[in-house]
């Protein structure tokens, strides 16, 4: 069974310092991964997702994620972060069975403080 | 562009009441999700409709968990009668069906919270 698993349930930076979310995955079969992030209040919004092409994934936001298969990783990262990027981050994980069916991680909190 | 569109936003009811949300996907979308995300929690899918039809319903309690897609495009779920544990925000995604692939982005809506006294 895949699983997602999120190390830290709330992370803490400065404004202007790098965000690191970890992320790693439970899979049998190579995976599809995604990164959600839901603000206060609002439905969860696509950051950006790794689909078997390129290993290093750029999505919104200035945010990027590196697929390590070695590690089972998934990590995101923004090398500034901004007070708007305080929200709520979601992994998620899919199977290729022919639909898209995700498994979420328990989510981090990201808290930017000036 | 409309987004996916759910009502109430918040709903409080006591135990054994019964419940219903309600979602408009995003037009032209043919495949629709509920998902439940427990306080800390990510999301969990609850049932996934193609179409008219619900292709993956094993996450969904269906002692009193119940839900429809009429026509193809909106959706209710219905709990009845709800219990303490429901107490959940209720999320519906769409996302249109391309190649029948994992990689279809779902789009979500803002969610119902249902807080059960």
């Known amino acids: 069974a895949q699983s997602v698993t999120q190390l830290g349930s709330h992370v803490s930076v400065s404004e202007g310092a790098l965000v690191l979310l970890r992320c790693n995955y439970s899979?049998?079969?190579?995976?599809?991964l995604f990164w959600y992030v839901q603000y206060p209040n609002q439905g969860l919004q696509l950051l950006l997702k790794?689909?078997?092409?390129?290993?290093l994934v750029k999505g919104i936001n200035g945010f990027e994620a590196e697929f390590k298969k070695s590690e089972t990783s998934f990590h995101l990262t923004k090398p500034s972060a901004h007070m708007s990027d305080a929200a709520e981050y979601f992994c998620?994980?899919?199977?290729?069975?022919?639909?898209?069916?995700?498994?979420f991680g328990a989510g981090t909190r990201l808290a930017v403080h000036p | 562009e409309a987004g996916v569109v759910q009502s109430p936003r918040y709903k409080i009811i006591e135990k054994k009441q019964p419940v219903a949300f309600w979602c408009n996907p995003i037009?032209?979308?043919?495949?629709l999700y509920w998902y439940r995300q427990n306080l800390g929690q990510g999301p969990e899918l609850l049932i996934r409709?193609?179409?008219?039809?619900?292709?993956?319903d094993s996450q969904l309690p269906k002692d009193r968990f119940s839900a429809e897609r009429l026509k193809g495009v909106d959706s209710t779920l219905k709990i009845q009668p709800a219990e303490l544990g429901d107490s959940a925000v209720y999320l519906c995604?769409?996302?249109?069906?391309?190649?029948?692939?994992?990689?279809?982005?779902?789009?979500f809506g803002p969610g119902t919270r249902l807080t059960v006294l």
């Open positions: 995604a769409s996302s249109a069906l391309l190649a029948r692939g994992p990689t279809d982005t779902q789009y």
């Open positions: 037009s032209g979308h043919n495949t």
């Open positions: 899979s049998s079969v190579p995976p599809y």
């Open positions: 998620a994980v899919s199977d290729q069975r022919g639909y898209n069916k995700l498994i």
């Open positions: 409709y193609e179409n008219e039809e619900a292709v993956d």
């Open positions: 790794y689909t078997s092409a390129a290993t």
